[in-house]
């Protein structure tokens, strides 16, 4: 008797935006998903095609400052809370303009996106290392991981609606170059899930990349490329367990 075949995962994935290497880091995500014989990948960059995205099992995305029209993100939000499962890294939840005296600011042109996404981007302090602490050990996505140092964006984030925190940070200080740059003593989250309907998005702030020529048109040439996390093997166990939580969900088994 042969066996049931497994079955197929439609997956999208969108990169795209600005200020990052996004070739490199779509092609990692890549090289993770075709690991799964099962995973069929559509690739975009921006969420223009809802027909793609309302008939994947989910969806992931690495962006910055990619910022769906009004109807896209209200049929994101549909997906979502219809059962949809999203894995959204790193500037996902971001929107950035560069003012005239050289500031970035955040402005909040998004609210529904935002929402749905649990958090909104704001600022961070200049990078360095600093500790990413385990807030729930005992989760499945976190289980065994233990606190480490990551060389990356600290993410400064409005919150919106639950949260369940599995990763998360202290900062105090200063948001060097943002209009909201001072930030008292607070723990920030850099791993959570947050439900939307019957579905969920699993937010993983880590992950800034840029290479030589990703700051164009403000500079031709970045002097000295950055791979922030993706020098680390616990971001890839990160980004591996993320995956095989929207697979799992996504066959409709538990988690």
């Given at each position: 008797m042969s066996e049931t075949p497994a079955k197929r995962l439609n997956v999208v994935l969108v990169a795209g935006g600005k200020y990052h290497d996004i070739d490199f880091a779509r092609l990692e995500i890549l090289k993770l998903l075709a690991q799964d014989d099962r995973v069929r990948v559509r690739v975009f960059e921006d969420y223009s095609n809802l027909a793609a995205i309302r008939a994947a099992d989910f969806l992931v995305s690495y962006t910055c400052d990619v910022i769906p029209r009004l109807d896209e993100q209200e049929a994101l939000r549909a997906w979502l809370e219809g059962g949809g499962r999203w894995y959204a890294l790193h500037g996902t939840n971001s929107i950035l303009r560069f003012l005239s005296d050289g500031r970035v600011d955040s402005p909040r042109w998004a609210p529904h996106f935002m929402e749905t996404l649990g958090s909104m981007f704001i600022a961070h302090p200049p990078i360095a290392p600093y500790t990413v602490s385990v807030a729930d050990p005992d989760h499945p996505l976190v289980k065994g991981i233990e606190p480490f140092q990551a060389d990356d964006e600290l993410y400064l984030s409005e919150i919106y609606g639950k949260l369940h925190v599995l990763l998360d940070t202290e900062f105090e200080g200063e948001a060097t170059g943002f209009v909201d740059h001072t930030w008292p003593r607070a723990r920030h989250p850099v791993f959570y899930l947050h439900p939307v309907?019957?579905?969920?998005?699993?937010?993983?702030?880590?992950?800034?990349?840029?290479?030589?020529?990703?700051?164009?048109?403000?500079?031709?040439?970045?002097?000295?490329?950055?791979?922030?996390?993706w020098a680390l093997p616990v971001f890839y166990e990160l980004l591996n367990r993320g995956l095989e939580w929207a697979k799992t969900r996504s066959a409709g088994a538990a988690a």
């Amino acid at each position: 008797m042969s066996e049931t075949p497994a079955k197929r995962l439609n997956v999208v994935l969108v990169a795209g935006g600005k200020y990052h290497d996004i070739d490199f880091a779509r092609l990692e995500i890549l090289k993770l998903l075709a690991q799964d014989d099962r995973v069929r990948v559509r690739v975009f960059e921006d969420y223009s095609n809802l027909a793609a995205i309302r008939a994947a099992d989910f969806l992931v995305s690495y962006t910055c400052d990619v910022i769906p029209r009004l109807d896209e993100q209200e049929a994101l939000r549909a997906w979502l809370e219809g059962g949809g499962r999203w894995y959204a890294l790193h500037g996902t939840n971001s929107i950035l303009r560069f003012l005239s005296d050289g500031r970035v600011d955040s402005p909040r042109w998004a609210p529904h996106f935002m929402e749905t996404l649990g958090s909104m981007f704001i600022a961070h302090p200049p990078i360095a290392p600093y500790t990413v602490s385990v807030a729930d050990p005992d989760h499945p996505l976190v289980k065994g991981i233990e606190p480490f140092q990551a060389d990356d964006e600290l993410y400064l984030s409005e919150i919106y609606g639950k949260l369940h925190v599995l990763l998360d940070t202290e900062f105090e200080g200063e948001a060097t170059g943002f209009v909201d740059h001072t930030w008292p003593r607070a723990r920030h989250p850099v791993f959570y899930l947050h439900p939307v309907g019957e579905g969920e998005v699993l937010y993983l702030t880590l992950g800034h990349c840029r290479g030589h020529y990703d700051m164009h048109p403000m500079m031709a040439f970045y002097p000295v490329p950055e791979k922030g996390s993706w020098a680390l093997p616990v971001f890839y166990e990160l980004l591996n367990r993320g995956l095989e939580w929207a697979k799992t969900r996504s066959a409709g088994a538990a988690a």
